[in-house]
């Protein structure tokens, strides 16, 4: 059962290891699947492969007449980013809000993917926002896809928002009528929306990402992306039961958080699956237990925001030392054996950063360790075993836990396909794909191959034009680096708001960071429209003044993040120069406390310190 108080300490990971070979075989090992491309590797959603994105395999889209007409705000996307946006909005006594998405109902990323064995990789009691405000309580530590998704749409009945929602719509383009004082939204149904303001809330998990692999439009067979998952094709649910797939040979292309979910559900009712493998996921152990409903009577009014802050702290921070570890999972592991460690020293206070830094690469080094035996002692055949290891830094990649996706290599029906001297799948052909001039024959491609994170930021809004003052182009104006005033608003783009990871603050835990942004866009939308302005943006000095802020203030992660393995986390190594682009984008050095301290004290003064307004 999940209790209130986890009693956990440092866990028993190898000493006998070494750490100087071990960091020569994570460079050998990142070194053979760089590719010279970087992300350019990826085909963009368009034209042939624009089903991939576009296609609702959920909610058929039902004709509607355009919409044409003048509101105060529209949001862009009704996941949780979006969500939030609207809520906070509601709750400042703006109610003139639509909400425009895509999909064909609220949950961004938990409405697109249901991929069998959906659930939550981070702990739910953190994750999943606005638990207390809405007197919900997660039905498990990690809960289910489903749960989630059901959450969203809560969130949406909760503040009224599906009132005015416009679903199954595209944004095509954005453009800023200096005449109207307004943003013209352009959709793929020929609406014609005059937005007073637009929030930007798509978020980074919504844009499915495809391997550029040749010869992906001559295969014959069955073939969709995990977060459009097919079960006109598969049969059965996010349970399995895939009665569909009994005589189907089936490859699945990435071995991420999505296949790592699924494809112990894949190898159980499919004839054979075949999992192509370019690099290796850390998978723990998930242990994932029941909420116990007397933990829950203990809990005291902010008890969320408090798990948050300290999830952050054990994570984000490095260690809480003084603080017990609430969350006490794989996630943590790091931060409490790393103040192991600290409090063993004589004196832990003279402990310079250069020494805390060492201390917390040793554990790293032990931890990545254990869960290369992990996989040794779980997977009987040695060849698949050693293929499974993962050879980079904790936190190269997104960390993983799951109880089942190991053991399915025992099973005679499922082959493991490692693709990492190839850099990826070489070539697709009508009947399967080639690696290593093999050709596996397979009647069913699912590309979980994740989404557009650190890609060009054309791609990552999914939006063709982005036009500001003058016709000046976001894309443009951003292409050598984010230039906001917050990291939330940029000038010469008036009334026009983001969310997500430009120069802000970054918790451990992303719903927070889109609470606290939602919590600020809505106060300045608010104010302005109290105050009575048409027009408000950032002057040019405030906006130079916070970008040399984020600048001077920049922790340099550059060595790490290039040390590396390719993946989203470092831009897939930072090839076709574009560098090193973390996903991170430019965050705000002090932390995530420190950069919400900042902005209440902003708001505390009431003079919108940094901002023009006008009308």
């Not at 949406?156 to 929602?165: I, M, P, R, S, V």
């Not at 998990?205 to 097919?230: E, Q, T, V, Y």
């Not at 994170?453 to 050598?480: A, F, M, N, V």
């Not at 470092?570 to 932390?591: F, M, T, V």
Request: hydrophobic letters at 35%.
């Amino acid at each position: 059962m999940t209790t209130a108080e986890n009693t956990c300490g440092p866990t028993d990971t190898p000493s006998d290891i070494d750490i100087s070979a071990l960091r020569e075989k994570y460079a050998q090992e990142r070194a053979k699947r760089l590719r010279p491309e970087g992300s350019k590797q990826y085909v963009e959603l368009a034209d042939d492969f624009a089903g991939y994105y576009e296609t609702d395999p959920y909610t058929p889209v039902a004709p509607r007449d355009p919409i044409a007409e003048d509101i105060d705000v529209v949001v862009l996307g009704g996941g949780f980013g979006g969500l939030l946006s609207a809520a906070y909005l509601k709750k400042a006594g703006v109610e003139d809000v639509r909400i425009i998405e895509l999909g064909g109902d609220f949950g961004g990323v938990w409405y697109w993917n249901r991929y069998p064995g959906i659930q939550c990789d981070n702990e739910s009691y953190c994750y999943i926002p606005l638990l207390e405000e809405l007197d919900f309580m997660p039905s498990k530590k990690f809960a289910d896809g489903p749960e989630i998704y059901q959450h969203c749409r809560n969130i949406g009945k909760h503040f009224g928002l599906y009132d005015n929602a416009i679903f199954s719509t595209q944004v095509r383009g954005l453009s800023w009528d200096e005449g109207l004082e307004r943003w013209r939204v352009s959709t793929n149904r020929d609406d014609d929306i005059r937005a007073r303001f637009v929030v930007l809330a798509s978020g980074p998990f919504h844009r499915p990402k495809l391997p550029g692999i040749p010869g992906m439009k001559d295969f014959k067979g069955h073939s969709f992306h995990s977060s459009r998952w097919d079960y006109d094709y598969t049969g059965g649910d996010f349970t399995g039961g895939m009665d569909k797939l009994a005589d189907k040979r089936i490859a699945i292309i990435g071995t991420g958080a999505t296949s790592i979910q699924c494809v112990p559900f894949l190898a159980r009712d499919a004839q054979h699956l075949y999992v192509f493998q370019r690099t290796p996921s850390s998978v723990d152990v998930r242990d994932n237990a029941p909420t116990d409903p007397e933990w829950v009577k203990t809990l005291t009014p902010g008890w969320q925001k408090e798990r948050q802050r300290n999830f952050h702290a054990w994570t984000f921070e490095g260690m809480a030392l003084g603080q017990p570890d609430l969350v006490c999972d794989f996630w943590t592991e790091l931060g409490r054996n790393t103040a192991a460690r600290v409090m063993a020293l004589d004196d832990p206070a003279s402990l310079t950063p250069e020494q805390f830094m060492g201390i917390r690469e040793e554990e790293d080094y032990k931890i990545m360790e254990r869960l290369r035996r992990r996989i040794a002692s779980t997977v009987s055949d040695p060849d698949t075993a050693e293929i499974l290891k993962p050879y980079y830094r904790f936190l190269c990649k997104r960390p993983l836990s799951n109880d089942e996706y190991l053991p399915t290599f025992n099973r005679p029906n499922v082959t493991l396909v490692d693709v990492s001297d190839c850099k990826g799948v070489e070539r697709i052909t009508e009947k399967g794909l080639i690696v290593g001039g093999r050709e596996y024959e397979v009647d069913c491609i699912i590309y979980a191959s994740g989404f557009e994170i650190t890609t060009e930021i054309s791609r990552r809004y999914s939006i063709e034009s982005i036009q500001g003052r003058g016709g000046l182009s976001l894309y443009d104006y951003w292409h050598d680096g984010y230039k906001t005033l917050h990291g939330m608003t940029s000038r010469g783009f008036p009334n026009q708001f983001f969310t997500g990871f430009t120069q802000v603050g970054i918790s451990a835990n992303i719903a927070a960071n889109y609470e606290l942004q939602g919590e600020h866009i809505a106060y300045i939308i608010a104010e302005a429209l109290d105050r009575g302005a048409t027009v408000v943006e950032p002057t040019a000095q405030a906006q130079e003044q916070w970008c040399a802020t984020i600048r001077e203030n920049a922790v340099d992660n550059s060595a790490f993040d290039a040390s590396c393995t390719p993946g989203y986390y470092n831009n897939e190594g930072g090839g076709g120069g574009e560098g090193i682009r973390s996903h991170l984008g430019e965050p705000y050095g002090p932390g995530f406390y420190a950069f919400g301290d900042l902005l209440a004290e902003w708001r505390a003064t009431g003079s919108l310190e940094g901002l023009e307004l006008h009308g």
